[in-house]
């Protein structure tokens, strides 16, 4: 992308509505537009980092078996009354009529629609083990939308259900899901740390939420230190291991994590004083293992082997995908803007040309954005007319991890300048060596 052609309004001055960083960042670098309270329009830079993210996510949830569909964002009010939940969500819940008076409503969650699809065409026990996901966007009227994206009232989630014909292989999907979300909070650069949680309006006492560490989080947590430590890193994992997952659940879960709601001060008071951390943290996702809430109001059955019809039990296990953007932005920026990990930037390397118009810094940029594209990778070239100040205030801005910066003086030596955006340090290379070099980093993303 050239950045003469593309569609980038960043903000000069700090939006004074934005509390907290990675609002302001957001808006500042120009990828989310306020629409309404709590529903933000995602400008290209915004929705390319969103498309990423979603990209992950698939790919995680497909690597552990999960199947990915679509549900609408529009469900019926009948399913609700089904499970009891109309009533009972409030007035979180945007309720809606059609023209023929019928009751609709905008999903906060998809527990109900889901379980009425998995009853019209599952009945059998040999169908089982299931679980079905989709990536949609969802709407809860949240009293007090804030902070951008990380409290909208539209929000993009990932939510995922199994079925399963006993508690055991139910309780095997949950450790499938702390699994590939481990995984995925990593791929994009987060620690996230289950902690011990509450079921709230989705249900079940067997529920973990994934937090990531930061002073401007909503949730208060308490945990012993010792939790930070833990990695799952690039280790091989058989999904259909029961032994293997509940061994990771074990690893990232027996010390002491939990959040305000769970939080049991004696046990805590357990802990060696040195490790007792009381701290707060952005919740990017939960997941639940709720046994047979839904399948047994909604007659969600199959026949067992036994031949006797038994409802399934279910989980639902949910990622905060557009919340993820400002947890991200939370965990890694500087005083300059955003700095993105490799494996989410909107774009993998930007080109500086520090003299626009002139014949041979043209040349040598536009041979830069080919190798570049060549290998697979995007460039963000800033072809402008600019003062090469403002070409780097950009950048560091938007926050791209690498930077080739081209100009006359380094060119007649036969050299580029390569900059990290995280270290701030630079080292000179010959052009093909940048690209190189470039294409390395992003070959272990
Ligand atoms: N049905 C279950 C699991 S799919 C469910 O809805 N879980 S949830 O309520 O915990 O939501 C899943 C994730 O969505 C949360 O962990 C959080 O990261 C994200 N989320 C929830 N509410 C919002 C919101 N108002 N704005 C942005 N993200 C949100």
Request: aromatic share 10%; glycine share 8%.
């Amino acid at each position: 992308m050239r950045l003469s052609r593309y569609f980038l309004p960043v903000l000069k001055e700090n939006p004074s509505e934005a509390q907290i960083v990675s609002h302001r960042l957001m808006l500042r670098a120009g990828m989310i537009k306020q629409a309404s309270a709590g529903i933000y329009s995602w400008l290209p830079l915004g929705f390319k980092v969103l498309r990423k993210l979603e990209n992950i996510v698939h790919e995680e949830q497909v690597r552990a078996g999960h199947i990915p569909m679509l549900m609408p964002t529009l469900q019926s009010a009948d399913l609700w009354r089904e499970s009891g939940r109309y009533d009972d969500y409030g007035q979180e819940m945007l309720r809606i009529k059609d023209r023929h008076d019928r009751d609709m409503l905008f999903g906060p969650t998809n527990e109900e629609l889901i379980t009425d699809i998995f009853r019209s065409h599952v009945g059998s026990y040999k169908d089982l083990p299931l679980t079905l996901y989709h990536i949609q966007w969802k709407f809860r009227d949240e009293i007090r939308p804030r902070f951008g994206v990380m409290r909208g009232r539209e929000f993009f989630m990932k939510d995922g259900y199994n079925f399963d014909l006993t508690k055991e292989d139910a309780l095997h999907a949950y450790n499938r899901h702390l699994v590939s979300y481990l995984r995925t909070y990593e791929r994009m650069g987060l620690q996230a740390i289950p902690m011990r949680a509450d079921g709230g309006p989705i249900g079940g006492d067997y529920t973990h939420e994934f937090l990531v560490l930061a002073d401007t989080g909503e949730s208060e947590v308490f945990y012993d230190s010792a939790v930070t430590d833990l990695t799952f890193g690039d280790r091989e994992i058989d999904y259909d291991s029961l032994e293997q997952c509940q061994a990771v659940l074990e690893e990232f879960t027996s010390k002491y994590a939990r959040t305000d709601e769970t939080h049991d001060e004696t046990v805590f008071n357990e802990i060696p004083e040195d490790r007792r951390r009381v701290a707060r943290g952005i919740e990017v996702g939960q997941i639940f293992y709720f046994g047979t809430k839904y399948s047994e109001a909604m007659n969600a059955v199959v026949q067992g082997p036994d031949g006797k019809q038994v409802p399934v039990h279910m989980g639902s296990h949910g990622i905060g995908v557009s919340r993820l953007m400002g947890a991200i932005i939370e965990a890694s920026h500087d005083d300059k803007g955003i700095v993105w990990p490799e494996g989410v930037t909107p774009y993998h390397c930007g080109i500086v040309n520090l003299k626009q118009g002139d014949e041979e810094a043209n040349a040598a940029c536009d041979a830069l954005y080919a190798s570049l594209t060549a290998l697979g990778l995007e460039p963000l070239y800033d072809d402008r007319n600019e003062r090469a100040g403002g070409k780097f205030a950009t950048m560091d801005l938007i926050g791209l991890p690498w930077r080739i910066t081209v100009g006359p003086r380094g060119l007649k030596n036969g050299v580029v300048e390569l900059t990290s955006r995280r270290t701030g340090e630079s080292e000179e290379l010959p052009p093909e060596a940048a690209v190189q070099k470039v294409a390395e980093i992003y070959a272990g993303v």
